[in-house]
């Protein structure tokens, strides 16, 4: 697992922003990426398109965009991916570096089809699968599906449990099976800067991602604390020395 992370020399770190000042505010604390969503209560839904322009224009690192119509579930209609697919042809038209995406099949299989339909629209944009495969019936079985697939360069996962740190050996066995030149593995959900050190050594991962653990008094609903991404920029670069 040390190879996996060491081929960066660097923890990657990706911060979620709901606003224009959190792109600003992440980036000049030292996030890596950003990605760019509303609704962060309800787990994250696509943006406007024109907070996606302006953060696109901002922002001189990669902005990843949220697409998801709703909060009820990750299994999606023909309507629902109607909405998606302009969504996302909106999406590529402001140059958005990537789409950050996941459907499921009524069984808890990745949706395929829905994915080919993404993939038509989005043009050369990149594509995080997010938690999504956090509900999917069988994780590796899902990863398995989701790294065939040539323009999903991550997947955005806690490891099948509630909260990354709760799932150290289930994160060696992804890094295991994607090898150091594979789909990035992107911890997220209960990572924060006092667990973070010890989570990245024990785990591997060589990518994480952080909403309401660099955010004012750790709430979702406040806006980022830079203070709080300086520090953690830190103890990543020091985990990784290590």
């Known amino acids: 697992m040390q190879q996996v992370r060491r081929q960066l020399d660097r923890v990657h770190l990706e911060v979620i922003g709901t606003t224009l000042s959190d792109v600003r505010s992440a980036e000049a604390a030292g996030a890596d ?4 969503i509303t609704a962060i209560q309800e787990g994250g839904l696509t943006p406007s398109l024109a907070l996606v322009e302006q953060a696109v ?17 990750f299994v ?7 909405t998606i697919v302009r969504d996302v042809e909106l999406i590529a038209s402001v ?3 990537a789409i950050v995406f996941g459907a ?23 594509m995080t699968f997010h938690r999504a ?12 599906t989701v790294q065939q697939y040539e323009g999903i360069t991550d997947i955005l996962t806690s490891g099948g449990a509630d909260r990354a740190p709760e799932a150290v050996e289930q994160f060696k066995a992804l890094l295991q099976e994607s090898g150091p030149q594979g789909i990035h593995i992107m ?16 785990s591997g991962v060589s990518y994480v991602h952080l909403g309401s653990g660099v955010r004012r008094s750790g709430d979702a ?22």
Do not use: C, W
């Open 33 to 36: 990426r950003i990605e760019l």
């Open 57 to 73: 224009e901002t922002a001189s690192i990669p902005v990843r965009v949220m697409v998801r119509p709703h909060a009820r579930s």
């Open 76 to 82: 999606y209609d023909q309507d629902d991916m109607k």
């Open 95 to 97: 140059g958005a570096e």
């Open 104 to 126: 499921l099949t009524e069984d808890g299989k990745v949706d395929e089809r829905a994915l080919e339909q993404v993939f038509k629209a989005a043009r050369s944009m990149k």
């Open 133 to 144: 495969i956090d509900e999917s019936r069988n994780l590796l079985e899902a990863f398995k």
């Open 187 to 202: 911890a997220g959900a209960g990572l924060n800067l006092q667990n973070i050190t010890d989570f990245v050594r024990e």
């Open 221 to 242: 609903m406040q806006p980022i604390d830079a203070a709080r991404v300086q520090e953690l920029r830190q103890l990543l670069d020091q985990a990784v020395l290590v």
